[in-house]
């Protein structure tokens, strides 16, 4: 026991992705940074939108190119197995963006109610001016 | 003085026309408007029949915001005193001419029509909540008088008058969703004078409370997430 806890308390974090799931990663950040581009060319995705995808994109090549990074990254969280530091910053990250669609998402709730007003009152006006004028439905 | 009536309504083509016939004969010189909050049924229909101006949202958007839609109108027609009352024939036409001559006379900025009365005062026909209603009525009504440090008893009501300074700030911020009981807080924390007044109400004569026993619940705790927020809230300067 006494000594799987010294073992436990005095270890490096371990790098342990392999060649092989580096070039997988490597090739899934290409193919999503590409993906982002062609969205914006085809008009689906709004370049406002568009940064913070990439800077995920950036994040995941960075990620797969030097896997030192994810070694610091794993020391300055305090946390020993590299995967699960990954695994935090993503969820983290992914909590991020769940949290900034949501402030978007319920400013243009606030647009589309304002909008909805809007052409509710103009209606209204509309009625005042040609009282007898049956409306169209 | 000019004076407006509105009356949200979403789906309530049973009793619409009787409503507006009511106020017409209560507020003979206001204008009368209907805010139609994305009814499916002939709601718009019926009460353009009867008379009224109707502002009809083109999609259900919730109580608050059919209600501000009516602020708005009043604002912008430069009406002097801006009055509502619910739309399923629980409010009586006459008990909000009351509030309205409140406003006309100045003694607030705004005036709620509560439905609570003194013990023994109490008729046969008059409004009784169930349970999980009364529960959140006592919850909020605990909440919002320590937040406002003024005594309310009816902070649900939908029966309220209000003067240009109450349309002005309604117009510009009003929650869609907990509308009545967050707009009391706001209205006294932005230092309006808020009154309340004790009216008469009738058992609801057409449609239902949308509120479950679960939706109640949600709805409470939502609203005191809202509260607790606006208790926070920067207060606005005084315009124009």
Known sequence: MPAILAAAGGAEPVVRLTAQSRIIAAVLAIAFMLMILELIRRHKLHERYSVIWFVAGIAMLAGAAFPDLLRLLAEALGVRDVTIALFSLLFVLLLGLALSFSVIMSRQSAQITRLAQELALERARDQAENPDSSRGE | ?240
Request: with cysteine.
């Open chain 2, 1 to 240: 003085m000019r004076t407006l009536v509105f009356i949200p309504a979403w789906n309530e083509e049973r009793s619409i026309a009787d409503v507006i016939g009511d106020v017409r004969k209560a507020l003979p010189a206001a204008d009368v408007l209907v805010v139609d909050d994305g009814s499916t049924d002939a709601t718009a229909e019926r009460a353009r029949a009867a008379g009224a101006l109707v502002a009809s949202l083109p999609f259900n958007q919730g109580v608050g915001a059919a209600q501000q839609t009516g602020y708005m109108h009043g604002l912008r027609g430069d009406y002097e005193v801006c009055a509502h009352l619910d739309a399923d024939g629980q409010h009586i036409a006459g008990e909000l001419a009351r509030l309205v001559a409140e406003i006309e006379a100045d003694r607030a900025d705004m005036v709620i029509g509560s439905r609570y009365r003194e013990r023994g005062d109490a008729q046969d026909d008059d409004y009784r909540a169930n349970f999980s209603r009364r529960t959140g009525q006592h919850l909020f009504r605990l909440v919002v008088s320590l937040s406002t440090r003024q005594r309310f008893t009816d902070t649900t009501s939908g029966m309220r008058a209000v003067n240009r300074k109450v349309m002005r700030l309604f117009s510009d911020s009003y929650s869609p969703e907990f509308a009545e009981v967050e707009s009391v807080q706001q209205a006294v924390l932005q230092g309006m004078r808020v009154e309340e007044l004790q009216v008469r109400m009738l058992e609801r004569a057409e449609g239902r409370s949308f509120l479950t026993p679960l939706r109640s619940t949600y709805y409470i705790f939502k609203t005191m997430v809202v509260l607790l927020v606006g208790q926070f809230r920067p207060r606005l300067k005084e315009g124009r």
